[in-house]
Nanobody, 121 residues
Framework: QVQLVESGGGLVQAGGSLRLSCAAS????????MAWFRQAPGKEREFVAA????????KYADSVKGRFTISRDNAKNTVYLQMNSLKPEDTAAYYC??????????????WGQGTQVTVSS
């Protein structure tokens, strides 16, 4: 079955950086578009970034544009999220997802278990 395993979360001070990774198995990774979403306590899951199967197209939420970069390595079945200039409002559980390119949770049928990112002020 499809498995998506996130890693790289942690506690960081405001202005710092983190790099999240999501290792995929059980699917033909290079055929899937991938995305990162996040969910803070008491809030709905929200779109962060997406990348198409080849890496040639990306899109970002306005709140992270210019600070976060999504990338993928199809040889390693892994998608990444480089997060720079982190803010306390970026604090959330971050989830990777596999599916069809877009910003809606409905586009994605497979999800990881999440990794926590906490940004202190």
């Amino acid at each position: 079955q499809v498995q998506l395993v996130e890693s790289g979360g942690g506690l960081v001070q405001a202005g710092g950086s983190l790099r999240l990774s999501c290792a995929a198995s059980g699917l033909t990774f290079s055929s899937y578009d991938m995305a990162w979403f996040r969910q803070a306590p008491g809030k709905e899951r929200e779109f962060v970034a997406a990348i198409n199967w080849s890496g040639g197209r990306t899109k970002y939420a306005d709140s992270v544009k210019g600070r976060f970069t999504i990338s993928r390595d199809n040889a390693k079945n892994t998608v990444y999220l480089q997060m720079n200039s982190l803010k306390p409002e970026d604090t959330a559980a971050y989830y990777c997802a596999a599916g069809a390119y877009g910003s809606s949770t409905d586009n994605y049928g497979s999800w990881g278990q999440g990794t926590q990112v906490t940004v202190s002020s």
